[in-house]
């Protein structure tokens, strides 16, 4: 991933000057939206702040793989925090695999194979500030690798409880009163449907992919006539999920999936980040 050109982080001495500031995805109304009961780490705290602030520039390309950031000394200055606070932004972007901090050689950016990439605050990250073209098609290529086969699942297995969590949230996206009101319904019910698979490496799996879905979700949702078309394709997975119809059910989610990502291809372009 190379370094953006001409972007306001020059660098100095052969490490980035990173200072605290606005990121321009945020400015584009893109980045840090409420994500449905997202997973993402606070901002709130002044250590979170820095995180996030070192992160998108990472994950953006601005900072690229193999970059040595400034030491400890420099980056508390220019970001005017504590070295404390800083230790603990550093702590959380190791955590997420994008940097590594070894003695004497100092903090690197690592390749992005060994970022975490199901990690909730990258995917939010990559949404808010990557092109989405390739972000949307590797989340469409999972779900419906795992979204059809879990509906089968729910149609066999699922109990009265689980059967009825799945037909609330749908019952509650069809009184959304618009496309964003919809979303954490939305979410709800394909995550209950995972749930109600009763397998349990797929219930985590939807938990891990929850910010992507919720990012989608918001997007999909919103473009003209999508919730129309949208919620017959819904209701087909739920009829088929309580009618215990597991091929069915398993044929209505790919359908459902369908639909979502051209209406996804669709209204790329109207939502591509500002660089």
């Known amino acids: 991933m190379a370094a953006a050109s001409g972007h306001a982080d020059a660098t100095m001495a052969g490490a980035p000057v990173l200072r605290r500031g606005r990121h321009p995805a945020e400015a584009a109304g893109i980045a840090d939206q409420p994500q449905g009961g997202s997973k993402t780490f606070s901002r709130r705290s002044l250590h979170g702040q ?16 193999g970059t040595v950031l400034p030491n400890e000394s420099d980056l508390s200055t220019q970001f005017s925090v504590s070295r404390t606070a800083l230790r603990e932004a550093i702590k959380v972007l190791a955590a997420k695999g994008l940097v590594e901090s070894r003695p004497k050689t100092g903090t690197r950016v690592r390749p992005r194979g060994e970022w975490n990439m199901l990690d909730p605050d990258l995917l939010a990250w990559q949404f808010a500030t990557q092109p989405m073209e390739q972000l949307a098609k590797d989340l469409f290529e999972i779900r419906q690798i795992i979204e059809p086969a879990a509906a089968a699942m729910a149609a066999d297995r699922a109990d009265e409880d689980q059967r009825k969590a799945i037909s609330r949230a749908f019952a509650d996206m069809e009184t959304a009163p618009d496309g964003d009101a919809s979303v954490e ?18 219930q985590p799996l939807g938990a891990l992919i929850e910010t992507a ?49 051209q209406d996804m291809r669709r209204v790329l372009p109207q939502i591509k980040p500002k660089s």
Do not use: C, K, W
């Not at 820095?50 to 793989?65: E, K, L, M, N, S």
């Not at 819904?234 to 369908?258: F, G, K, N, W």
């Open 213 to 261: 879905m919720a990012s989608s979700f918001r997007i999909t949702n919103n473009a003209p006539g999508a919730l129309q078309v949208s919620l017959p394709l819904h209701r087909a997975v739920r009829d088929a999920i309580l009618a215990h119809e597991p091929e069915t059910a398993r044929q209505s989610m790919r359908i459902l999936l369908e639909d979502a990502a």
């Open 50 to 65: 820095i995180a996030y602030d070192i992160g998108t520039r990472i994950v953006r390309g601005d900072i690229p793989p």
């Open 185 to 202: 319904p939305d979410l709800r019910f394909h995550q209950s449907i995972l749930v109600a698979s009763n397998n349990e490496f797929l």
